[in-house]
């Protein structure tokens, strides 16, 4: 009897050793993490503030180029590639219309200045979108039935003929833009700094960001769009044309890229045809580390990011002089991939569902 009910009870089958030392490895680390951020503070509350703020800018940048890739994986799973080269031409057109078109210095005035941030914000949006969505109805949509690994490759292809123009358009060197943006401190409180650059480029993001929100979440088109993204067969037979639904998804995507190259050309001041493969990569890294295909978790990965590349050259902890921004942000994304492929906000969906 006693053999009967034991073979009945139900075993629970005992966790390796590796499942709580990786855990427990990873809450140390985070606790270390804390500890240090917490020792920095203590030191310097305002220096530690004031770096916090360009954190705070970096990923506000990362964010529009994050949303893009999010947008595009949530709908067609495909890591678009070529997206931080749609970035990188915004900054180009950006840079052109700023010393081409209006001709600013550093002296600008005012008046002078909003108009012309309005105005190529405007072109670089519309042209970027209008770019993407062309990438995707010539390259991406006639491969849509194929292996995954096509579309990958033809976007790690259309990437480099964007490289290829952009050098051919500005040459392989660095295009520079005036620093229009004011210096001035919107607020200097114990020490704590917060210029107007800073706030401009916030500025600028955020309004970009909630209209976006805005668009997936309560408009026609944007309930197409996530109608698309959970089952395209299914929102084909409800009526919905699945067709200029993903290249309204591209043209979209590429309107945030080139939001995001008109900002990065205006807050750091200079743009050359590479910038869009490093900073793109971060991007991704951002978008996956917060959920890649969940909006706000591409926003919240994007902010972290800036933090920790901000923190990492604005607190002293290594030699001085070395960077090792891109090793810890490409650990995160090995380390997320490996433990969280879903990322911080997304969820764990079946194989194949």
Known sequence: MATQAHAGATVRPSRS????????????????????????????PAYFVTVAFIGLTNGAVYALVALGYTLVYGILELINFAHGDVFMLGGMFSATMILSVFHLSAHASTGSLVAAIVVSLAVAMLACGAINASIEFIAYRPLRGAPRLAPLITAIGMSFILQDVAIAWKGPGYTAVPRVLPHGHVFSVAGITYTWEKLIVVAITVPVLLVLLWLVRSTRQGKAMRAAAQDRDAAAMMGIDVNRTISFTFLIAGALAGAGGLVYALYFGQIRYDTGFSLGLIAFTAAVLGGIGNLPGAVLGALCIGFIQAFNEGLRWHTPGSDWTQSIVFSILILILVFRPEGLLGERTPEGA
């Open 17 to 44: 050793l590796g499942s709580l030392v990786m855990p427990a490895l990873a809450v140390a680390l985070i606790l270390l993490l804390l500890l240090w951020l917490g020792v920095n503070f203590a030191k310097g």
